[in-house]
């Protein structure tokens, strides 16, 4: 179990495996440059990943699970964007994250291109502070529970009730493996913590990138 590896252990993993290549980008005319940073957690029990619930006031993702982040400002790498938007939307400093690397690049239904910041934090606050507005509330999951296979789900979704330009971006980011070949619907993931705690969408493909990389046997 990864709580017996420890937290060092999961982060030596995380560095190789994002050592291995350059992280992909993604470029989309129309799509604005995102951030979101997926936070890992040094808990006594075990590493923990962090995640916030959004509210119903946001304009986009209303009451959906996702990583603290958000739209890029003007002339704003991805690392600061994910940073400023994780103190902003939950309290978490960014004094406190060690970043260990970025996972490719990822278009949003919402016309985002999102880049998936990956960072440790080795002395994380006791609790974590929700902005109001956008977000709901912050909650960890132990990354073990992650790890276990039934845990994750998947479902076949039909990409023709996406917006034309949307499903276009969406396509390029698809692999192959993972369109069904009998109907050409897209495989996608979600991780069932509880009956109201599923990480699915962008999210879910955000994570399940970083786990199969890092801890696929």
């Given at each position: 179990?990864?709580?017996?590896?420890?937290?060092?252990?999961?982060?030596?993993?995380?560095?190789?495996?994002?050592?291995?290549?350059a992280?992909?980008?993604?470029a989309?005319?129309?799509?604005?440059?995102?951030?979101?940073?997926?936070?890992?957690?040094?808990?006594p029990?075990?590493?923990t990943?962090?995640?916030?619930?959004?509210?119903?006031?946001?304009?986009?993702?209303?009451?959906e699970?996702?990583?603290?982040?958000?739209?890029?400002?003007?002339?704003?790498?991805?690392?600061?964007?994910?940073?400023?938007?994780?103190?902003?939307?939950?309290?978490?400093e960014?004094a406190?994250?060690?970043?260990?690397?970025?996972l490719?690049?990822?278009?949003?239904?919402?016309r985002?291109?999102?880049?998936?910041?990956?960072?440790?934090v080795?002395?994380?606050?006791?609790?974590?502070?929700?902005?109001?507005?956008e977000?709901?509330?912050p909650?960890?999951l132990?990354?073990?529970?992650?790890?276990?296979p039934?845990?994750?789900?998947?479902?076949?979704?039909?990409?023709?009730?996406?917006?034309?330009?949307?499903?276009?971006?969406?396509?390029?980011?698809?692999?192959?493996?993972?369109?069904?070949?009998?109907?050409?619907?897209w495989?996608?993931?979600?991780?069932h913590?509880?009956?109201?705690r599923?990480?699915?969408g962008?999210?879910?493909?955000?994570?399940g990138?970083?786990?199969d990389?890092?801890?696929?046997?």
């Amino acid at each position: 179990m990864v709580e017996s590896r420890g937290f060092d252990e999961a982060l030596q993993r995380i560095r190789a495996a994002l050592a291995v290549r350059a992280p992909r980008s993604l470029a989309v005319p129309g799509f604005r440059g995102a951030a979101v940073l997926v936070p890992l957690l040094a808990r006594p029990a075990g590493p923990t990943v962090l995640f916030t619930r959004r509210t119903e006031l946001v304009p986009h993702h209303k009451g959906e699970i996702s990583f603290p982040g958000g739209g890029r400002g003007e002339g704003e790498d991805a690392v600061s964007a994910a940073l400023r938007e994780a103190e902003e939307e939950v309290g978490l400093e960014a004094a406190r994250v060690e970043v260990l690397g970025t996972l490719d690049d990822v278009p949003s239904i919402a016309r985002y291109v999102v880049t998936p910041i990956v960072g440790a934090v080795r002395a994380p606050p006791e609790a974590f502070a929700a902005e109001a507005f956008e977000v709901l509330e912050p909650f960890e999951l132990p990354l073990a529970r992650l790890l276990d296979p039934g845990m994750r789900r998947a479902s076949l979704w039909d990409p023709s009730r996406l917006p034309p330009e949307a499903a276009a971006a969406l396509s390029s980011a698809v692999p192959f493996e993972e369109v069904d070949a009998a109907t050409g619907f897209w495989r996608v993931w979600s991780f069932h913590a509880d009956a109201s705690r599923i990480v699915w969408g962008l999210t879910a493909r955000v994570l399940g990138d970083l786990l199969d990389r890092a801890f696929a046997p």
